[in-house]
Structures are given as structure tokens and as C-alpha cells.
């Protein structure tokens, strides 16, 4: 089956720091990934999106790059911040298919320490 | 504008009842889906609709689990015969589209309690 995995344990950097996130699949190529932020108690929060075909995105302090050979994203946030504190989930929707759900992660717990 | 919204927000139950639990989507969003949430847990897919289409219902755990989309407006997850097991965060959320690359916009979800 898919399977999309993401570091289980807590990142903890400090603040100023470049954060580095990572999101793996298996046995499936996606179309594309999505990055989300989720605070506790909300719901999750779209980011960012990068096709199979692009190597990396930017958005203001964020960026996300994906490699199909390695089967990897890799999500960063530069000059991170208090505020950057939240659990960040990956998601693909497979190639194909009439349907658009998407597979998510567990997330990554990031924690930006003053 | 206003985002999804859901109700209730916290909903707690006894063992064996039926619950329903009510998705609101952004207006003019297509598509709708629904997810659980475990805690300390991904979001796992449930069922995904999109216009007139049928639903893709490939993410419904059992038949006790069902949902309703009135045309592209609110939709009705039900619960029938409430398990331990069923205790999560119900998550909602809407396109634009079904089909290609669009972000989905979640709402806050319903606290589910199964006693």
C-alpha cells in the first residue's frame, strides 16, 4: 500500500535556524506533494505544492524540494521563528485516478526555541 | 470570507449510539472530503466527493460509517453504533476542484468521544 512517512520525533531548533523537515513515500509515484501546517486544536493549513515535474518551490522563508528519484520532499523554513512552532504534514495524490484525496503523514512536531 | 465549518465542535457519546456530525464548505468549492484523525496520528482518508459524481467512499472503515453531500453544500457524516475505536477529530474539507493540483482548506473539526 502507499505510504508516506515523516520523522516521528520532535525537531527542536533555535530561533534563526534553518528548520529541515522530511517526507518519504514508497510504492507509489505521486503527482504532486502538499506541505500543511496544523496548530493544536485546528485544522491542518495548506502551504505549499510542488509538482512531480518541479524540483523546488518557494514561498516567502519556506521552501520545499522533491526528488522522485530518492522518493523524498524535504520541506525548510530559513530564519525560523517562535511562531514557526506546529506540527507540519506532508500529503501526495497518486498519479492518476479520478480521485484527489491525499495521502498524508503523521506529521513532524517542530519546536522553535527563543 | 468564511472558511469550513463544522458542528458540533466536541461531540461526547456512549458506546452503541448513532452520531451525526455536519461539514459546512467554503461556497463555490466542488469538492468536499472527509478525514480522522487518531490522536498523535496522520489524517486517514475517508470519503471524497466531488459535483454529481459518485463519491469515492474507499476510505470508509466499515458499514456503521456513512455520509450525504446535498448537491455542493453541506454534508452529514453519520457514525451508526459508536465504538471505543471510533473516538478522533473528524476533520472536513473543500476544493475548488476534484481533479488537479488544489490545496484543500480544512475546518476545525469535531472532537469525537466514544465512553
Known amino acids: 500500500s502507499q505510504k508516506i512517512e515523516q520523522n516521528s520525533e520532535a525537531l527542536n531548533i533555535q530561533e534563526g535556524k534553518t528548520a529541515t523537515l522530511t517526507c518519504n513515500y514508497t510504492?507509489?509515484?505521486?503527482?504532486?506533494l502538499q506541505w500543511y501546517r496544523q496548530d493544536p486544536g485546528r485544522g491542518p493549513v495548506f502551504l505549499l505544492l510542488?509538482?512531480?515535474?518541479?524540483k523546488e518551490k518557494r514561498k516567502e522563508r519556506l521552501k520545499v524540494t522533491f526528488d522522485t528519484t530518492l522518493k523524498q520532499s524535504l520541506f525548510h523554513i530559513t530564519a525560523s521563528q517562535p511562531a514557526d512552532s506546529a506540527t507540519y504534514l506532508c500529503?501526495?495524490?497518486?498519479?492518476?485516478?479520478?480521485?484527489?484525496?491525499?495521502?498524508f503523514g503523521t506529521g513532524t512536531l517542530l519546536a522553535v526555541q527563543p | 470570507g468564511a472558511g469550513v465549518s463544522q458542528s458540533p465542535s466536541n461531540k461526547v457519546t456512549e458506546k452503541g449510539k448513532d452520531v451525526e456530525l455536519r461539514c459546512d464548505p467554503i461556497s463555490g468549492h466542488t469538492a468536499l472530503y472527509w478525514y480522522r484523525q487518531r490522536l498523535g496520528q496522520g489524517l486517514e482518508f475517508l470519503i471524497y466527493f466531488q459535483g454529481n459524481s459518485a463519491p469515492d467512499k474507499s476510505g470508509l472503515p466499515s458499514d456503521r460509517f456513512s455520509a450525504e453531500r446535498t448537491g455542493e453544500s453541506v454534508s452529514t457524516l453519520t457514525i451508526q453504533r459508536t465504538q471505543q475505536e471510533d473516538s478522533a477529530v473528524y476533520l472536513c474539507?473543500?476544493?475548488?476542484?476534484?481533479?488537479?493540483?488544489?490545496?484543500?482548506?480544512f475546518g476545525p473539526g469535531t472532537r469525537l468521544t466514544v465512553t
Open positions: 500529503a501526495f495524490r497518486r498519479r492518476g485516478g479520478a480521485t484527489n484525496k491525499l495521502i
Open positions: 510542488i509538482r512531480e515535474n518541479e
Open positions: 474539507a473543500s476544493s475548488k476542484k476534484g481533479q488537479g493540483a488544489y490545496e484543500q482548506y
Open positions: 510504492n507509489y509515484s505521486p503527482a504532486y
